[in-house]
């Protein structure tokens, strides 16, 4: 079974940045997804999702650090639901993306920021590996897996 959820948006505004009595950090923030669509008319629609992200312990210190709002920033996650019980006594339900990697890109005007190529060597891996370990594999050691030299009968579809 998977439960994964990757984003590509804006922020909505600046993270939220709680630091719980037991010591841990908390952030919170929104990320805007746009589809963009041609209506019955042929008329170009914009619709915009907004996704709730929250992020624990050094990721959300990353993120006060890091990230501000309009910014573009890539979210590798986990979709979850919370009950809970407001002051009212109403129960309350939200659905929230856990994130356990996240990269600033940039601005909207893509002037600072990230950019470039991402992951880059020196960012965390949500696997717990970073990028710098990743080593192609020699040429003179032999290796299990086929090596592959004739394309014209790839059938990929891409």
């Not at 746009?34 to 619709?47: A, C, F, I, M």
């Not at 696997?127 to 050691?141: H, L, N, Q, V």
Request: zero cysteines; hydrophobic letters at 30%.
């Amino acid at each position: 079974m998977v439960n994964r959820v990757i984003l590509i948006g804006n922020l909505g505004k600046d993270p939220e940045v709680r630091r719980l009595e037991n010591g841990a950090v908390v952030a919170k923030f929104s990320v805007a997804t746009n589809e963009n669509y041609r209506d019955k008319s042929g008329e170009w629609q914009t619709l915009t999702e907004w996704h709730d992200v929250v992020v624990w312990r050094s990721l959300a210190e990353r993120a006060e650090t890091q990230l501000k709002k309009g910014m573009l920033v890539y979210v590798d996650g986990k979709l979850t639901h919370r009950s809970w019980e407001d002051q009212d006594g109403n129960k309350r339900r939200t659905t929230e993306v856990v994130g356990n990697y996240f990269r600033a890109l940039g601005t909207r005007s893509g002037s600072e920021g990230g950019g470039g190529y991402f992951p880059s060597a020196d960012d965390e891996h949500p696997g717990g590996y970073s990028t710098s370990s990743i080593e192609p594999a020699s040429s003179g050691a032999p290796t299990s897996e086929p090596v592959i030299t004739d394309t014209a009968d790839d059938d990929l579809p891409f």
